[in-house]
Nanobody, 118 residues
Framework: QVQLVESGGGLVQPGGSLRLSCKTS????????MGWYRQAPGKQRESVAF???????TLAAPVKGRFGMSRDNVNNIVYLQMDRLKPEDTAVYYC????????????WGQGTQVTVSS
């Protein structure tokens, strides 16, 4: 059974940085595209970033230029580096393996809360 465990969230001031981690167990992440998603209170979950099998990243427009995604296939971890954070980045962040159509494949983990506030 594949499990995804996110970590690294917290409270940060606007303009600050955080690095999120997502550890995959039960399957090699090297075989899958990976994605980061977020869900703000009262809103639907949205995609934030994707990493291809070769590590090429695709970023959603609201985070382009501020966030970066990377992957460590040896340790089955993907990262989301978040810089110049804004209050509107406040959300629970999730990761998932994604299919060829970029749809999430696994059950969602517990996520990690990111709060951007002064």
């Amino acid at each position: 059974q594949v499990q995804l465990v996110e970590s690294g969230g917290g409270l940060v001031q606007p303009g600050g940085s955080l690095r999120l981690s997502c550890k995959t167990s039960g399957a090699s992440q090297s075989l899958f595209r990976m994605g980061w998603y977020r869900q703000a209170p009262g809103k639907q979950r949205e995609s934030v970033a994707f990493s291809s099998l070769t590590g090429a990243e695709t970023l959603a427009a609201p985070v382009k230029g501020r966030f970066g995604m990377s992957r460590d296939n040896v340790n089955n971890i993907v990262y989301l580096q978040m810089d110049r954070l804004k209050p509107e980045d406040t959300a629970v962040y999730y990761c998932n393996q994604v299919g060829s159509d970029y749809s999430p494949l696994r059950e969602w983990g517990q996520g990690t809360q990111v709060t951007v506030s002064s």
